[in-house]
DNA sequence: AATTTATGTTAGCATGCACTTACTATATTA
DNA sequence: TAATATAGTAAGTGCATGCTAACATAAATT
């Protein structure tokens, strides 16, 4: 009872990969069952028996795609190096992350409107603790004197907005790759900014 | 040949209006012709006798609801005042047209992936322009001393970026609404650490 | 060898969709 | 009053989609 569990579990992820492939090129409603099957390299009604539904597929992908912890546990990992290097690092990692689960991410931007309660959440909560992470990261900044007595959370949100939305501009609207080197460039120059301001 | 027109006018509008709002609930697969037809207060066959396919609709909505010349006329407005009154200002106005624009903003973020060629010129466009923009303000800021010497363009993508951020997570994702009051508030503190960084 | 498991093949159903045809109704215009 | 422009009604076409039924195959397990 192992070769056959492993076909059946190799099939399963091969067809949520297809899903999570297909649904991020053309929306939930325009990948088409046929065609999510076929990219798996799988006839329709496997992916039926595999399933039960459209619906429940997705439900899976969007399960298996999380990549919440990936964020999360960029931060401890920096927390002590000097505040600029540990942000750039932070940066730097959330841009690497993002580009790799860029599927997911496309799914979570466009389907989130129409798909509020399964979408919504995972996303809600998603950004919530990502940015209650980095807040507590300035706290501790803040409570060691490092940093003047601002807001933490909307410290927070601003430092991830900037980066985010450099991404989500870059890799998504213009659909252009981010090179290791532009990141390190476009990082630096936003943390110096956010970090000593642009006043001079 | 005056009321006739008229009456063709206000109903093309009417189904514009309710395209461009069933789309940014449902998205371009999700909002049938008929709903929309429906939600105009007319039937199916008047829609396609105005435009013809649902397509070319789509396209009209396009065209008709673009709001970057609403954005652009923000800047020249305010670029006389105290640096932190003019972001404020700015960043305030950009809000509220977002706002306004919300459906709009919806589209652009959901379908921009589905139909590329449609959406995403309009969208890439509106953000360069909206940077450049923003970004030649720094610079006269920094011609006249008033900034120190970072790369303009990078620092207005990071403070459109930030603004733009919270906006979609609270409006978009979270489906909320910001108020006045908190508008101002969150631009305050992003406009302080924009100019002065965190460090102190 | 017999059975179970995972998948394939073929065909199809029911539904909803974009879009059409043909005819009607009403108000404006000339 | 006759002609025109705009919208409505009713019915329906053709197609794609989600999903299913019935049967077949080949490998792994017993």
Redesign the pocket.
């Known amino acids: 009872?192992?070769?056959?569990?492993d076909?059946?579990t190799?099939?399963?992820e091969r067809l949520l990969e297809a899903t999570l492939c297909l649904i991020s090129e053309k929306g939930y409603?325009g990948?088409?069952?046929?065609?999510i099957?076929a990219r798996a390299?799988?006839?329709?009604?496997?992916l039926?028996?595999?399933f039960?539904?459209?619906?429940r597929?997705f439900e899976e992908v969007l399960k298996k795609y999380t990549f919440l912890p990936r964020l999360k546990e960029i931060i401890p990992r920096v927390k002590d190096s000097p505040p600029e290097e540990a942000l750039s690092e932070m940066a730097l990692r959330f841009i690497e992350t993002l580009k790799e689960r860029k599927g997911m991410v496309k799914i979570m931007l466009s389907e989130m409107n129409v798909y509020p309660d399964k979408i919504r959440k995972v996303y809600e909560k998603f950004i919530e603790e990502l940015v209650k992470t980095l807040s507590g990261y300035f706290d501790t900044l803040r409570d060691r004197g490092t940093i003047r007595d601002i807001d933490t959370y909307l410290a927070s949100r601003a430092f991830l907005g900037m980066v985010f939305c450099y991404f989500q501009a870059e890799e998504i609207t213009k659909s252009r790759t981010i090179t290791r080197k532009e990141a390190e460039r476009v990082v630096r120059e936003f943390v110096d900014i956010f970090l000593k301001g642009i006043v001079g």
Chains 1, 2 share one sequence.
């Not at 390299?41 to 496997?46: A, F, K, N, R």
């Open positions: 009872m192992n070769k056959q569990s076909k059946k190799r099939t399963k409603l990948a088409t069952t046929r065609e099957a390299g799988v006839t329709e009604i496997t039926f028996r595999h039960g539904s459209k619906e597929l």
